[in-house]
T-cell receptor
């Protein structure tokens, strides 16, 4: 099935550092979503973006919807150990199906 | 956010048997639910869209006769893995959209299926 290109694949950083990850697609999406998944759990929505160019924050998280509608990034500032997990981007198609296409994920490890 | 509950969270079954997984929206009605499969260290892959009162829509490459989906009410969708084989072992996750609100879908906690 179709997937979005998400990078980096994994990151191992020091507590307090900032993190950036991004997703790109050859297709246009009308919504971009960022999720966090912890082991053995379902994804939890972090941020939803609905307009091209939109920049949205949720605490230490900031995400932007690319102008071309084909990309998005997520930044995490001042990382803490509980940020550990796998982060997925997801694009929602421009039709009424509401189907989500997921990125390949970014595995984040934070060293205390 | 809205709550989506999956049951069971873990199941082990023998090859050749069938397993049913339930997905319930606890505090909202969901006309549409989605079923995903996730293999270890991989992303979520959409298997099918479950529509209340009608047939499910399957993604390309997903066998509809093997993965039976029933969405008989606005709060419950079931996925039955028929004649399970070890290669069906995976993490199955459902999501549901609140029909009455223009919100994103919420995910269940997932079901770990192991076929031995």
């Amino acid at each position: 099935g179709q997937q979005l290109n998400q990078s980096p694949q994994s990151m191992f950083i020091q507590e307090g550092e900032d993190v950036s990850m991004n997703c790109t697609s050859s297709s246009i999406f009308n919504t971009w979503l960022w999720y966090k998944q912890e082991p053995g759990e379902g994804p939890v929505l972090l941020i939803a973006l609905y307009k091209a160019g939109e920049l949205t924050s949720n605490g230490r998280l900031t995400a932007q919807f690319g102008i071309t509608r084909k990309d998005s990034f997520l930044n995490i500032s001042a990382s803490i150990p509980s940020d550990v997990g796998i982060y997925f981007c997801a694009g929602q198609r421009m039709d009424s199906s509401y189907k989500l296409i997921f990125g390949s994920g970014t595995r984040l490890l934070v060293r205390p | 956010g809205a709550v989506v509950s999956q049951h069971p969270s873990r199941v082990i079954c023998k090859s050749g048997t069938s397993v049913k997984i339930e997905c319930r929206s606890l505090d909202f009605q969901a006309t549409t639910m989605f079923w995903y499969r996730q293999f270890p260290k991989q992303s979520l892959m959409l298997m099918a869209t479950s529509n209340e009162g009608s047939k499910a829509t399957y993604e390309q490459g997903v066998e509809k006769d093997k993965f039976l989906i029933n969405h008989a009410s606005l709060t419950l969708s079931t996925l039955t893995v028929t004649s399970a084989h070890p290669e069906d072992s995976s993490f199955y996750i459902c999501s549901a959209r609140d029909t009455g609100a223009d919100t994103e879908a919420f995910f269940g906690q997932g079901t770990r299926l192991t076929v031995v």
